[in-house]
């Protein structure tokens, strides 16, 4: 699984085979420069669902439901992730928390909504955690955590991520639920992977999570092409006629005329 935001990425991870495709809320970091995804907003996720679903022909879109869409009560939740389905086109929808998100995720199941749960680092209460830090370390979290994927898998959600958990603790989890895990920051055990892709391809560079491995450096790539690009505009290196357009030589020759 990875993330995308644009109808552009989207359609390149489809072609690549890319079988699960996240909106993930974090495009309030990676794509409109937030230091938090708490910010973003329903507007922002469906405007961005939109653009990536007309790009994807196969795989599955997941839209991430931002901050206080669901938590506040069990409509606003239905409501929010109907929007998801109705206006975004997304097949399924993700969302924060353990134990106390299961009701929320029984009821949306209840009337046809896929839910992806999301457990261990939950960057919406970022807040409350204290930070980005790995969660699941002492005995009592660890079984929180535990506890919150069953609760999940027993609510209906069809598959759980796990964000910035222990690797043992990872492993035992992705045993003990039948449902598939999708780590990030979760070491190899889970049954798939997720990754932020600006961070994967290099783009996004004003920090790189330790889970992150970069398969290319696109920022770097594009300030390479970029300072070509400027350089032959001015030294009149670009355009050249293959990138220009002509018109039939009496046309001109009478407009001068005229002028
Ligand atoms: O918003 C996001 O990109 C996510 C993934 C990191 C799982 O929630």
Redesign the pocket.
């Known amino acids: 699984m990875l993330?995308a935001y644009d109808y552009p990425t989207a359609k390149v991870l489809d072609e690549a085979g890319i079988p699960l495709i996240?909106v993930?809320?974090?495009?309030g970091n990676v794509v409109l420069g937030y230091d938090s995804?708490v910010y973003v907003t329903m507007d922002d996720m469906i405007h961005h669902c939109r653009a990536v679903t007309r790009g994807v022909r196969n795989a599955l879109v997941i839209g991430?439901m931002p901050f206080m869409s669901y938590q506040a009560n069990v409509s606003d939740a239905l409501r929010n992730a109907g929007r998801f389905l109705q206006e975004g086109g997304c097949q399924a929808v993700?969302i924060?928390g353990g134990e106390h998100m299961a009701e929320t995720a029984h009821r949306m199941v209840q009337v046809g909504i896929p839910v992806m749960g999301?457990i261990g680092l939950t960057?919406q209460s970022v807040n409350a955690l204290g930070g980005y830090k790995v969660q699941g370390r002492t005995l009592e979290t660890a079984r929180q955590l535990v506890r919150g994927a069953a609760a999940l898998e027993q609510a209906g959600c069809f598959s759980i991520?796990l964000?910035m958990v222990p690797v043992p603790l990872a492993r035992l989890i992705t045993e003990k639920v039948g449902v598939p895990t999708?780590g990030?920051g979760a070491g190899p055990f889970c049954d798939g992977q997720?990754?932020?892709v600006s961070d994967m391809l290099g783009l996004f560079t004003d920090f790189v999570p330790k889970h992150t491995k970069q398969y290319t450096h696109l920022a770097q790539a594009i300030r390479a092409a970029v300072g070509d690009y400027a350089r032959e505009v001015r030294e009149g290196q670009f355009p050249t006629e293959a990138h220009s357009f002509g018109m039939k030589e009496e046309v001109i020759e009478e407009l001068k005329g005229e002028l």
């Open positions: 993330t996240l993930g809320d974090s495009l995804t991430d993700k924060e999301h960057p991520v964000e999708i990030i997720v990754q932020v």
